[in-house]
């Protein structure tokens, strides 16, 4: 459920029409419900709320300030995998003792960043990312404490970009050669081993893969235990995927039910990295249409609906093939054609939607993209030098924008001409 839906044929989030915001602000924009947002987090966060746990938001996933010190309210933590996303953390208001920091290829400037914050485990991925991390812990003279992502070789079923736990994906160090390892860290002296990690993958809609690896987990935790290394906290990284079309993932309960289950009386604080679930379907993209025009070639026509949003702002289709619901802001009836939804960028890569049944459209008519709040604005950019897009929140009937659409000189910031191309001095 969220609160993305049509009132008198004009689609609204919350108690405000979309096309209201769109007029202050421009377009395209992101849009996100606060109300989705806190339904979305209290869902996934209270199917845990009997047994010991953190909620780590996964900053990639939407990483604007305002949502994550919405969570940060709720008294969730954060999954940061850049220096850059532990500044945002912080400045955002969440407790450094509920960060934990992932990712395979963590600078030394990254890792004193992290230990200077006093954030609460550093998930680390390699051998020579521990003796990084103890050389840099020594310098500093504190302790770091860490978990090792280990990777349980469990496929999630999933798109093969983001799926992560298994053997052939670069992340984690294999279940089976992690015991030497840990040996090896409870002997250091800046290093303080407190949990396992594990990540297998994003957009599950089976609980099977997580329940598989959290078994795996937990043998290797027993296994650990006779060789008397404690584990404290069991990561067990995202959340479970959403609906964009008609995938139909578990219920974030019916998820904690079955890790309740198979944890049994496990001692150890559970620590959650959801991203998507909490914020995919609480984020849209709203564009404007700015032609449509049809292609002919032989006995072959081509629709396209050229949108005012490209592949720099989403490029969740592009670059995954995924699938995005698309919908007229002002609902439409009448007659529908096949079309392709695509977007400014010289690339024809750049597209929204590929042969969609959609309503006939005109010049003007904005147009929603569902399901846009996860990896959505995160992974936007620059290219073709689009400035990046707004972002505003909604809550009841009133609005704010999060972020401000970039301005050209956004675009140039940073650069300059040097002076041996002001002066050509025949060189
Ligand atoms: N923890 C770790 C270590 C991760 O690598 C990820 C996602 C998460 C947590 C959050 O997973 P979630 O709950 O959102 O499934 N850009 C892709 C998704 C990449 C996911 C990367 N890791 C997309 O747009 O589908």
Do not use: W
């Not at 959801?274 to 849209?284: K, L, S, T, W």
């Not at 081509?302 to 802001?329: C, E, Q, W």
């Not at 695509?342 to 959609?358: Q, S």
């Amino acid at each position: 459920m969220n609160h993305f839906q049509y009132k008198d044929g004009e689609l609204c989030c919350e108690d405000i029409p979309v096309s209201v915001i769109a007029s202050e602000v421009g377009t395209p924009f992101y849009l996100y419900s606060k109300a989705t947002l806190s339904r979305h987090f209290q869902a996934f966060d209270s199917g845990f709320s009997d047994i010991d746990h953190i909620t780590c938001f996964a900053v990639k996933s939407c990483s604007n300030i305002a949502v994550l010190s919405l969570f940060a309210g709720y008294g969730g933590g954060a999954d940061i995998v850049s220096g850059g996303e532990l500044f945002r953390a912080l400045q955002a208001g969440v407790d450094p003792r509920k960060i934990i920091y992932s990712g395979v290829g963590k600078s030394e400037e990254e890792l004193r960043y992290g230990l200077k914050s006093g954030i609460l485990l550093f998930n680390v991925e390699s051998e020579q990312e521990l003796h990084r991390l103890g050389k840099v812990a020594a310098e500093m003279d504190v302790t770091a404490p860490i978990s090792f992502r280990v990777n349980p070789d469990v496929d999630p079923k999933t798109h093969a970009y983001i799926s992560t736990g298994l053997a052939k994906n670069k992340f984690g160090i294999p279940i089976n050669e992690a015991l030497e390892i840990y040996q090896q860290a409870a002997e250091m002296e800046h290093i303080k081993v407190m949990g396992v990690s594990c990540h297998i993958g994003s957009q599950l809609t089976l609980i099977s893969p997580f329940v598989e690896s959290l078994r795996k987990v937990k043998s290797f935790v027993g296994r650990l235990a006779e060789k008397g290394i404690i584990i404290n906290y069991i990561d067990l990284g995202g959340g479970v995927g959403i609906t964009y079309d008609d995938e139909k993932p578990p219920h974030p309960h019916e998820y904690a039910k079955a890790i309740k289950e198979e944890l049994g009386g496990l001692k150890a604080t559970l620590i959650l990295e959801p991203g998507r679930v909490i914020v995919g379907n609480a984020g849209i993209l709203v564009t404007e249409v700015q032609y449509t025009k049809t292609n002919r070639g032989g006995d072959k026509e081509k629709n396209f609906v050229v949108v005012d949003a490209g592949m720099n702002d989403l490029t969740r289709p592009s670059l995954y093939g995924a699938f995005h619901s698309i919908i007229p802001v002002k609902e439409k009836e009448g007659t529908s054609q096949v079309v392709d939804i695509v977007g400014p960028i010289c690339e024809t890569g750049d597209f929204l939607a590929k042969d969609r049944e959609f309503a006939q459209v005109e010049q003007g008519d904005l147009l929603a993209v569902m399901s846009a709040g996860a990896y959505g604005f995160t992974m936007s950019s620059n290219y073709n030098s689009r400035p990046r897009v707004a972002e505003v929140m909604v809550s009841g009937d009133r609005f704010a924008v999060i972020r401000e659409r970039e301005s050209m000189e956004s675009l140039i910031q940073g650069e300059s001409i040097p002076e041996f191309l002001e002066k050509d001095d025949g060189r």
